[in-house]
């Protein structure tokens, strides 16, 4: 993975040192709270519900096992020994103390990480494929492209001041793994006809409260471009985007309202001036950079192991994990192995100090001493010998971390909620917690197969509610907590918006309503297809009357829509 | 005399930012010395304001670049004034007026100026600061310092750390190979 050079550690380290005088500022009155909190912002740090979160930034989901464990010793120093896995593939610690953030900052920066703009209305972290450099289907290795827009994007003083958040997501591989069509900009890799490699450029998707798939505003950009191309993105966004109403500054907003074609011609305009200037990156530079992304030293092994075969024919379970929690890896002999965050009776995408530092010695004794995070908020090992499964496998499990649900309904994806989170309208942990409590039997989950349930406890997303082939949202009606639950969405190629099924339930009933929508999936399936094909396949009716059929209120609603079909 | 920052350090200053508060239109009678008016004043007077001599104009934050093009030659300072700190739309306008328009003279942030933003400001084309007077000028000024390394090009450094430095060098160094 990329090693900091002297000038990428002279960065951090100054960062550290400007933060640290700044929240002195604060501390002694000299910064206002206004003033301070854009700043404490693009290091991170809200002031939140119990108490202060820190936002860790984990650039495009890498990490080094050293890293991993400098993240557990600081969870236990300055919080409470364990820390949340976010959908942006960074890592919040939910109870750190303001004045000693400046101190984990100078601990970060001494393993080469940092919170530089994890929050705040600036370019936030760059998000990619957590199989990036492994997937079979891959056509560039993001990660070098990731980190020269991350060194791009930190600090650039155009930009530290947008009208809103800014987030950008890359894409290597054929399937679309870093949910581009949902970013604010999303650049997903194509070849062209001339066999170069390049990006399709998707502007103006996102979530939160107006949720919008992106537009793609130009087919193919020579990877050279991106730097630039982005630049002038987000100089009409900059120069255009709304700053009288936080609801409406996404750059989303300005798309629509102008209209995909007319932006992208503004934004071509733009670029026509700075194209070919010294941003464009050259092959020496992403050379450098790339080299820090090469291949491990994998060893020559068969494509397949006869130990892996014979063990997975001998134990069930461990068949069972293999089959959801093991993924194909492009080198014969290897896989990559997802580390489940999901275990019942914790919050999804916790995990404790003891387990960061279980996890990194797991890196480093079997899979190079790296791992990926997941915005489905789990950690991946990338390159385990198909030999090494079985005794992964017996040590994941005793450290909690070996739950064979990767993809199906009890792999929930989660934001911390009202339990924690001041902008939240309701909790979503516990509505997590009691669904799979009721989905517990793992034949169960099995038999439904791949589904998608993502939760959030308010309109800003963090839970990716609209992308979940079932979405969960928490309302707040008359200061109590509701849940109102879409299906049909989906991330991918194909992404696609949830729709509300009808009106918002209490909390105590969801696991019921959710179990009436894989009732009817049960029941509607034909061979091989998913929830998500037979919701596309039958639309919202049937699920609706399932759900509402017997609710006097909910009932009206379906038959109303059912009158006008 | 008031203080701002200019060229990185703290001079007298002599301008007078002329602002169209409290009821004031752009026809309000002028005071005598060195004006810096705003852009709709230009745009009404121009005439008027070249024959008094040395003369500046501001822009708001959603006064475009593009309506000063051609006068730039005129102004002895341009300046871009921010109403709120933390609203960058003027950054945008300020490496315009450098790059775009090729604007050489004094670019002066006037407004809501405070020091935790002058890093970025000066990185953008700003040469003076007019820092808001309830804040220490000096302190501010040592902000111009707050980074020695910057990734990306920008005005005041149009190269990219890329291909101004060797990072192979920097990087076989650590490695020792």
């Avoid at chain 1, 209490?506 to 034909?526: C, F, G, M, N, T």
């Avoid at chain 2, 871009?80 to 700190?85: A, G, I, L, N």
Wanted: with cysteine; proline share 4%; charged share 25%.
């Amino acid at each position: 993975m990329y090693q900091y050079d002297e000038y990428d550690r002279q960065i951090v380290r100054e960062r550290a040192a400007q933060f640290k005088d700044q929240t002195r500022r604060y501390f002694a009155g000299q910064l206002s709270e206004d003033e301070y909190r854009p700043l404490r912002l693009q290091n991170g740090l809200y002031i939140q519900r119990h108490a202060p979160m820190l936002r860790i930034a984990v650039p495009y989901g890498l990490l080094a096992s050293k890293q991993l464990r400098r993240l557990a010793s600081i969870s236990r120093k300055y919080d409470r020994g364990y820390g949340h896995f976010t959908t942006r593939q960074n890592l919040q610690l939910n109870w750190p103390e303001v004045a000693r953030v400046p101190d984990i900052l100078e601990e970060l920066a001494e393993v080469e990480m940092h919170a530089i703009q994890t929050s705040g209305n600036c370019i936030r972290n760059i998000t990619t494929d957590p199989y990036a450099g492994i997937a079979t289907d891959e056509l560039i290795d993001p990660r070098p492209l990731c980190e020269i827009l991350r060194q791009w994007s930190t600090f650039h003083p155009e930009f530290a001041y947008l009208p809103r958040k800014f987030k950008i997501a890359v894409n290597g591989a054929i399937e679309d793994r870093a949910v581009t069509y949902l970013h604010d900009i999303g650049l997903h890799v194509l070849k062209n006809q001339q066999g170069e490699l390049g990006f399709r450029v998707i502007v103006g998707g996102g979530m939160g409260r107006t949720p919008v798939i992106g537009k793609v505003i130009r087919e193919f950009l020579p990877w050279q471009h991106i730097l630039s191309y982005c630049d002038a993105i987000l100089r009409i966004y900059n120069r255009y985007g709304r700053r009288d109403n936080p609801y409406k500054a996404r750059i989303k907003i300005l798309v629509n309202a102008i209209g995909p074609e007319k932006f992208a011609q503004q934004v071509e305009a733009e670029w026509a001036h700075i194209k070919d200037g010294p941003t464009t990156i050259t092959q020496a530079e992403y050379d450098r950079v790339a080299a820090h992304f090469k291949a491990p030293p994998y060893a020559n092994l068969a494509a397949v192991d006869a130990g892996f075969e014979k063990s997975k024919k001998d134990n069930t379970p461990f068949a069972k994990w293999v089959e959801r929690n093991v993924r194909a890896h492009r080198v014969p002999g290897y896989a990559a192995v997802t580390l489940s965050l999901k275990k019942p009776g914790l919050a999804p995408g916790d995990c404790t100090a003891d387990q960061m530092d279980f996890v990194a010695s797991l890196a480093d004794q079997y899979s190079f001493g790296e791992l990926r995070v997941t915005h489905e908020q789990n950690l991946v090992l990338s390159d385990v010998a198909q030999s090494d499964l079985f005794e992964v496998w017996q040590k994941a499990r005793d450290a909690g971390l070996a739950t064979p649900t990767i993809g199906l309904i009890n792999d929930i994806i989660c934001c911390p909620g009202g339990d924690f989170c001041d902008l939240a309208n309701a909790k979503s942990i516990p509505i997590a917690a009691a669904i799979q409590t009721r989905f517990e039997d793992l034949d169960y989950q099995h038999d439904i197969g791949n589904i998608e349930i993502n939760i959030s406890g308010c309109m800003n997303s963090c839970g990716h509610h609209h992308v979940g082939h079932i979405g969960i949202l928490g309302v707040d009606k008359h200061d109590e907590e509701w849940y109102q639950i879409s299906i049909g969405g989906q991330q991918g190629l194909s992404a696609s918006l949830g729709k509300v099924i009808g009106p918002s339930f209490a909390a105590a009933d969801v696991p019921d309503v959710i179990e009436k929508l894989i009732s009817v999936y049960l029941a509607q399936r034909h061979v091989d297809e998913l929830f998500i094909d037979v919701v596309e396949r039958l639309g919202l009716e049937l699920f609706q009357k399932a759900v509402y059929g017997e609710r006097t209120r909910g009932g009206r609603v379906a038959e109303r829509k059912v009158a006008n079909a | 005399m008031p203080e701002i920052i200019k060229d990185r350090a703290i001079v007298t200053d002599d301008w007078v930012v002329v602002r169209l508060d409290e009821g004031k239109s752009v026809d309000m009678a002028l005071p005598q010395g060195k004006l810096i008016v705003p852009l709709s004043m230009w745009l009404s007077r121009r005439d008027e304001l070249i024959s008094r001599g040395e003369v500046g104009v501001w822009l708001s934050d959603t006064d475009e670049p593009e309506l000063v093009a051609q006068d730039l030659h005129l102004f002895k300072v341009v300046a871009v004034d921010f109403p709120k700190f933390a609203v960058g739309r003027g950054y945008s306008t300020a490496a315009l007026l450098r790059t775009r328009y090729g604007y050489q003279g004094e670019l002066r942030a006037i407004g809501d100026v405070l020091r935790d933003q002058m890093f970025y400001l000066a990185r953008v084309g700003f040469d003076a600061f007019s820092v808001r007077p309830d804040r220490s000028i000096s302190d501010a000024l040592q902000a111009l310092n707050d980074y020695s390394v910057t990734y990306q090009g920008s005005v005041a450094q149009t190269q990219p750390l890329f291909a101004r430095v060797n990072r192979i060098a920097a990087d076989e160094r650590q490695n020792g190979s």
